[in-house]
């Protein structure tokens, strides 16, 4: 492969981590939040928790444990590990050709 080539390939993978990064960010930022009361009026609170909400669609209510918070944190938690494995694997994998 040509140095080119494998450095936009360097790049994208960079790109793909950062990405996850920043969305395990907002769903670990969503159950801080969460869990310390955050006022929900708050146009900053209502964005992480609309965001947090599509990107951890397919996980939010995987769990039903009896208290609220655990069903929070086990459901947004998972999302954030998935995408950072997932996109940390991929990333590496790039960078890897």
């Known amino acids: 492969m040509s140095p080119r080539n494998s450095n936009g390939a360097n790049q994208a ?3 793909i981590a950062i990405v996850a990064d920043v969305m395990a960010f ?11 009361d955050a006022n929900r009026a708050n146009d900053l609170v209502q964005f992480v928790h609309d965001a947090a909400n599509w990107l951890a669609g397919w996980s939010h209510d995987l769990f039903t444990f009896d208290e609220a918070w655990a069903r929070v944190v086990a459901g947004y938690g998972l999302a954030a ?8 694997a ?8």
């Open 26 to 36: 907002i769903l670990g930022l969503w159950i801080l939040m969460y869990l310390l």
């Open 13 to 15: 993978g960079t790109v």
């Open 90 to 97: 991929i990333a590496h994998r790039m960078h890897r050709h």
């Open 81 to 88: 590990v998935v995408y950072l494995f997932v996109g940390h």
